[in-house]
């Protein structure tokens, strides 16, 4: 079974902080897919990245970037000078079939 | 770019009614999810089709959901009769072979049962 804990609910920061998204991850796979998506308000899923198991190394798309630790089983995302479009929901996924969390509330202010 | 169509994107029912989502996945994707999402909560996941075969629909309350993708392309999510749990946004997604990126999602459909 896949479990995923996103332990932060809502955070709130102001245009222009950078933000870190914690994602803790649970599945029994030896090597298996994790996924971010976000969620605006208008409601659909927008895939931000994947990333195998076996591929440690850090990434970094712009202002996004993502830490994979497989030994403590976090991909944590990082929003760098974080704008006010970017307040949505973010879901970190792990598996074939994703999983979902409850996601993290993310509120940029101006 | 391809996208994974979905429709009704809004529906209202009464309780005890049927209701219907259609869903139309990228062009040669093989597997396709159907996902509900209540509101303030993580997509669930209800079925997931590879072709025309459910390889997993252990969360899918079969007594009043049932899915089908006949054809193995587009697939239709029947719920009889809707509760007023039933509440909540359904979201299709479909996956191939050499897919990429993630799952592509469709907008949704957003089931009011009153």
């Known amino acids: 079974a896949q479990k995923v804990t996103q332990a932060q609910t809502e955070i709130s920061v102001v245009e222009k902080e950078d933000v870190t998204l914690d994602c803790v991850y649970e599945?029994?796979?030896?090597?298996?897919?994790l996924f971010w998506y976000k969620q605006p308000p208008s409601g659909e899923l927008v895939f931000l990245i994947r990333r195998n198991s076996f591929d440690e190394q850090n990434e970094i798309s712009g202002r996004y970037s993502w830490n994979f630790q497989k030994s403590t089983s976090s991909f944590n995302f990082t929003i760098t000078a974080s704008q006010v479009v970017d307040s949505a929901v973010y879901f970190c996924?792990?598996?074939?079939?994703?999983?979902f969390g409850k996601g993290t509330t993310l509120s940029v202010s101006s | 770019e391809a996208e994974v169509a979905q429709s009704p994107r809004y529906k209202i029912t009464e309780k005890s009614q049927a209701v219907a989502f259609w869903c139309d996945p990228i062009s040669g994707h093989a597997t396709l999810y159907w996902y509900r999402q209540i509101l303030g909560q993580g997509p669930e996941l209800l079925v997931q089709f590879q072709d025309e075969s459910v390889v997993d629909d252990s969360q899918l309350p079969k007594d009043r959901f049932s899915a089908e993708r006949l054809k193995g392309v587009d697939s239709t999510l029947k719920i009889q009769p809707a509760e007023l749990g039933d509440s909540a946004m359904y979201l299709c997604a479909s996956s191939g072979v050499g897919t990429v990126g993630g799952y592509t999602f469709g907008s949704g459909t957003r089931l009011t049962v009153v």
């Open positions: 599945t029994r796979d030896t090597t298996y897919y």
């Open positions: 996924a792990p598996g074939t079939a994703l999983i």
